[in-house]
């Protein structure tokens, strides 16, 4: 809420919208929950364009006062998001591959690290870096239609996960099932999802905004000082080890993905998913 | 059992009580079992005098070669404990915080790293501190009463559990667990405690004592020697922690309990405890 | 299957055998997945021979670009293996102790750190060494067969499980599970060690053989090299650990096994298993 710190004579109406290109960001300023919904037909995947514009509105709303939440869903039907833009992998320049990765890092650090409560609300299928974006968040409720999958399948598009999104895995669904979900590149059910504790909660879809809702007004009956010294607390550890080998990283990642066979095999499954259509 | 090491002429009774002011300690020799018992009414909290009382009678006991193996319940209806008392923390000089949290550490740290058999019978609720000392047993009953709730619930006194807590938290209930329970500073009734492994077993009230008595005895059938090894194995990275970071850690305490926003607010909590009764 | 790198001129049977004295190897070079048959009566223990033989087996398979796959399994009645050969550690010279120690180190690294995909199909009891060699494959089978057992009973015998056992452990059923089973040296029933997560399935005993197959298939059906890379990515940790302090191991080891305590009781024990024949 509006309190000392705030310039004085701002005026603010009680529900904020500013809508980009391809994320639809609202604030409800009486309870201080914003909502950011993916709107980047047709699967909401992680291009360099949208994770700026996921940056710039995550960064304008940890700097509002007026917001303490934010609840993350999609407005495209059956896909939450699926996950890093292959195009942007793809054929691309060097300096190209490396401003790519930097971004993808971004999103994590400031998602993982948000001093705001996060929650997903996952209605649709979510591979990969979709389900990165799931991960990084306080809580996870998924829609119980039998349809939608999460996962990191990385390793079957015959790549790797990086070690953060691995240890961003394990925090959740500890050692043992992250080993066997990221070496089959499992992509689970929804109910299998939630059996083995990657999404918390499942819901019918006509309630999925209700309870996040719910859940979210139950986080912030918390007092935010506490809570996100708490939350840093149990995720410093995690967020240091990408902060200390950022550019190794990258550089990994650029040589990784470069290589001849990979890029082969991207194309493969580029081709593969336009004659899906 | 007594063994050559024993000081000659030392004669023994079967059973021998040494009560303090606010724990009645027993040990049945045939059995090289003690039991510690908490009696400072009306809550049993951690008071200097209480952690006082405690450190020195666990090590009158871990250096009696009489006593393998310690049982921590309460002499209080209701209550296992309330955990660290408030008024220690509250209006006091800054000599004083220091005082009282390296007698905090010092209990976790004899309690955890003991070389005994610890097994936590709790008979009533049990947060914050109190929870602590029930996590740093090597196992956990709890009476399966609707009304007894168990956890660190920190965060919703606007306070937020030190590292060492959180540590020894995440060894038993996984760090998904911990992340959430923490940031929510959840009380867990005993079911819910026992489905989240933060409890190991629940028993009818009039059984706890027959129960502990029977894993007790499960748990010293084992060579001392082999047991011991092990636990110090699986405890030893987090004890040392806060051994190589103990001064540090008594610092930030003080620092920040201190501040006139939390004084505060232990203040208004401390009043509302008042109005309560 | 065969590929470039191959040298010109080598025909391959179909299906090739080398049998050695203790272990059965079958190569079924179709689907690329061999077998390591333990066939050491009565108790498949893990004798210096054995493993010796264990690791130049594995080694050949890793290093033959027919193989992609291990399925370990006994031919023993009843016992998958009983573990470490005590033979080896009562009343030997310190050089064999540190040659027997260097011996099971080097087993665990290679199996542990294998490129292939390892499935051990637990055919009978697995107590100490032998749930070492389960728990370090990449899936576990076990018949559900109330009579087997399985579980790191170090402590039962006076003794302690190694570091990299625990870790071993710990990255499967997780730090609490760990710290309660080796304290105990819990020896798990089958149905238990499903239910802690230490083995992953249980089947029939006729249907092991087809369900480790199905389970082997699931994983080649993944890219080698992404595979290979995740699953180091979880193990690298724990693998680098004893690498990094082997000789420090090997001594400590030694200087545990010769204490004429530890000497007494595996002496004791091992009258024990003679009179029980």
Chains 1, 2, 3 share one sequence.
Not at 2 to 19: E, K, M, N, V
Not at 60 to 81: M, Q, W, Y
Request: proline share 5%; aromatic share 8%.
């Amino acid at each position: 809420p509006p309190g000392p710190l705030r310039p004085p004579g701002l005026l603010l109406a009680p529900c904020r919208a500013f809508s980009n290109n391809k994320i639809l960001v609202e604030l409800d300023e009486s309870s201080g929950v914003a909502t950011m919904k993916f709107k980047s037909p047709p699967v909401n995947s992680l291009s360099l364009d949208f994770l700026t514009e996921f940056c710039i509105s995550l960064e304008k709303l940890e700097n509002d006062r007026a917001c303490r939440g934010v609840i993350f869903t999609s407005a495209v039907p059956k896909i939450f998001s699926s996950g890093l833009d292959i195009t942007e992998m793809c054929g691309k320049s060097m300096e190209h591959y490396a401003e790519f990765w930097r971004a993808v890092q971004e999103m994590w650090l400031r998602l993982y690290g948000s001093n705001m409560v996060t929650v997903a609300a996952v209605n649709g299928s979510s591979p990969a870096g979709g389900c990165l974006v799931a991960l990084s968040c306080d809580y996870r409720i998924m829609v119980e239609n039998p349809k939608f999958s999460i996962g990191l399948n990385e390793a079957q598009l015959g790549i790797v996960a990086p070690f953060w999104f691995k240890d961003t895995f394990v925090n959740i669904v500890g050692h043992r099932v992250a080993e066997r979900s990221l070496q089959l590149g499992s992509l689970h059910s929804a109910s299998e999802a939630h059996k083995i504790g990657l999404v918390d909660e499942l819901v019918p879809e006509e309630k999925l905004q209700e309870k996040a809702a719910a859940v979210m007004a139950q986080w912030l009956a918390l007092p935010d000082h506490a809570r996100q010294l708490t939350k840093s607390m149990m995720r410093k550890a995690v967020l240091d080890r990408l902060v200390a080998h950022r550019e190794e990283d990258i550089q990994n990642f650029i040589s990784f993905i470069s290589k001849e066979s990979i890029q082969k095999s991207l194309r493969m499954y580029m081709e593969m998913l336009k004659k899906k259509k």
